[in-house]
């Protein structure tokens, strides 16, 4: 089973920063491209960015291009996301993920972390 723990939420005003960890104490962090999704209050969960293995190639959904920067220690099999210029809409239960090969994610979904921005 892949097993992640998320950490690093909490209560931010807008226009504030937080730095989100997701790490992996397995074996096969390296091999895998790695995603951070969120779910707002009563909505779907959708991506919000991705990286591959190496961490030379990253994607970000729209919402957040500019603001937030996925990165990875592969030495510490931690994945992070930098999150800048926090904006309400930004509230929401952040998860990682690790991806397949169409960089989609496996059904293994951790607690998640709740990241809250205040207007």
């Known amino acids: 089973q892949v097993q992640v723990a998320e950490s690093g939420g909490g209560l931010v005003q807008a226009g504030g920063s937080l730095t989100l960890s997701c790490a992996h104490s397995g074996q096969t962090f390296n091999s895998y491209g790695m995603g951070w999704f969120r779910r707002p209050p009563g909505k779907e969960r959708t991506v919000v960015a991705r990286?591959?293995?190496?961490?030379?190639?990253?994607f970000y959904a729209d919402s957040v291009k500019g603001r937030f920067t996925i990165s990875r220690d592969n030495a510490k099999n931690t994945v992070y996301l930098q999150m800048n210029s926090l904006k309400p809409e930004d509230t929401a239960v952040y998860f990682c993920?690790?991806?397949?090969?169409?960089?989609?994610?496996?059904?293994?979904w951790g607690q998640g972390t709740q990241v809250t921005v205040s207007s």
């Open positions: 990286i591959n293995t190496s961490g030379r190639n990253t």
């Open positions: 993920a690790f991806l397949d090969s169409n960089w989609q994610p496996y059904n293994y």
